[in-house]
């Protein structure tokens, strides 16, 4: 679902074009805004979850508002809605230019692939935001070390694989 950030008064606009865009003044972030001062380095995350679209504070100091509202953590925000990073005001639309692009063949055949029944790949057992699609923490997308023990090891820190046959 191709989205974009408008700018109200002033900036460039920010293309929602990934699951995950990162918002800040710092220049890893995937959205720069230099003209404000009350932008943190790493102010704020909007992704795209279950179609719609989330905004996470990452523990900026001026804060991020949906329609007026402070955002305590994470908030819902919909088409029309108006998204104010520090003191930079954006309003959220569809993207209607990278909407109304004809898909490229490949793009085309692998939209109508039929689905795998099985998962290839086993995901990591760790502590994951449920509401992100990737591992966030208070300091920003760090992904926090897992909490499972190691497969094989008991309590007792032995290997469980080996279990000796019993002599008569």
Partial sequence: ???????????KPIVLDKPIVLVGRHPDCDAVILNSRKISR??????????HFVVRD????????VNGTRVE??????????LMI????????????AAGKPKSPVKA???????????????????????????IDDDGLAVPPPSHKAPGLDIDGRDDEFIPLKED
């Avoid at 790493?42 to 179609?51: E, F, G, I, T, W």
């Avoid at 953590?73 to 108006?82: C, H, L, T």
């Avoid at 689905?115 to 760790?126: E, R, Y």
């Fill in 42 to 51: 790493k102010h704020c995350a909007v992704a795209l979850v279950n179609n």
């Fill in 86 to 97: 520090g003191d930079v005001c954006f309003l959220l639309e569809a993207d209607r230019a």
């Fill in 109 to 135: 055949q692998i939209a109508e692939a039929p689905p795998c029944k099985k998962a290839l790949v086993t995901p990591p057992q760790s502590e994951l935001s449920m509401e992100f699609p990737v591992p």
């Fill in 58 to 65: 990452l523990g900026s100091m001026n804060g991020v508002w």
């Fill in 73 to 82: 953590n994470q908030a819902s925000v919909g088409f029309g809605d108006e």
């Fill in 1 to 11: 679902m191709p989205a974009v950030l408008v700018p109200i008064e002033q900036g």
